[in-house]
């Protein structure tokens, strides 16, 4: 079965901190992607990775960094957290290319984690 | 700039009844179109996707959505509501001339179910 998992699912910081989200999936996927959720505002595309080491920056990179160091773990770092990141966080995973006839793969999805900067 | 547009921030529906949920895109090509739902607590789950050919496409959980090229719509439908698909919906587009793989998101529609 495919599984994206995020190393929490609730989160709270301070002001200031720097905050890592964790991400990791199991089905050799190539592409992987940062999503920031907001009430009203749908998901928006944070950064995301082609391959390892590998990274592109989305609609609101600002205040984020990633790591890809493995094919497998996409980090998302929030070098100074401020309370505007205060926000759901969903990392997501898909299979590079197309598949049959042409057709777009998916992108699979984990829980997401509910950060919290206090 | 490519965008998807969901209308409706909340629906209520009664157990039972249909249910259309609107999604309209904004390309300059025809778009890859998707609807994902998202349950309370949980990560998104993709229902049906249009890539090509026949308009109707059927999803799972009885879901099925119609694309219109000339309405740029990908609506939402099922027949019959249960409980359970309480939920928020998104739709979800990505310009397949660029091919750059990345989605872009409506802003979502909440669905509330009645007994």
């Known amino acids: 079965d495919v599984k994206v998992t995020q190393s929490s699912r609730y989160l709270v910081k301070r002001t200031g901190e720097k905050v890592f989200l964790e991400c990791v999936q199991d089905?050799?996927?190539?592409?992987m992607f940062w999503y920031r959720q907001d009430p009203g505002l749908g998901l928006r595309l944070i950064y995301f990775?082609?391959?390892?080491?590998?990274?592109e920056k989305g609609d609101i990179p600002e205040g984020y960094s990633v790591s890809r160091e493995k094919k497998e773990r996409f980090s998302l770092i929030l070098e100074s957290a401020s309370t505007n990141q205060t926000s759901m966080y969903l990392c997501?995973?898909?299979?590079?290319?197309?598949?049959?006839?042409?057709?777009?793969?998916?992108?699979?999805f984990g829980p997401g984690t509910r950060l919290t900067v206090l | 700039a490519q965008s998807v547009t969901q209308p409706d921030i909340h629906i209520t529906v009664s157990e039972g009844a249909s249910l259309e949920l609107r999604c309209n895109y904004s390309y300059g090509a025809t778009p890859y179109l998707f609807w994902y739902v998202q349950s309370p607590g949980q990560g998104l789950q993709l229902l049906l996707k249009y890539f090509s050919g026949d308009t109707l496409v059927q999803g799972i959980k009885g879901f099925e959505a119609e694309f219109k090229r000339s309405q740029s719509s990908f609506n939402l439908r099922k027949p019959s509501v249960h409980w359970s698909d309480a939920a928020e919906y998104f739709c979800?587009?990505?310009?397949?001339?660029?091919?750059?793989?990345?989605?872009?998101f409506g802003t979502g529609t909440r669905l509330t179910i009645i007994p």
């Open positions: 997501a995973s898909m299979l590079a290319g197309r598949g049959p006839k042409g057709s777009y793969n998916e992108q699979f």
């Open positions: 990775s082609y391959d390892v080491k590998m990274k």
């Open positions: 979800a587009g990505d310009d397949r001339f660029f091919g750059n793989e990345k989605l872009t």
């Open positions: 089905m050799d996927h190539e592409n």
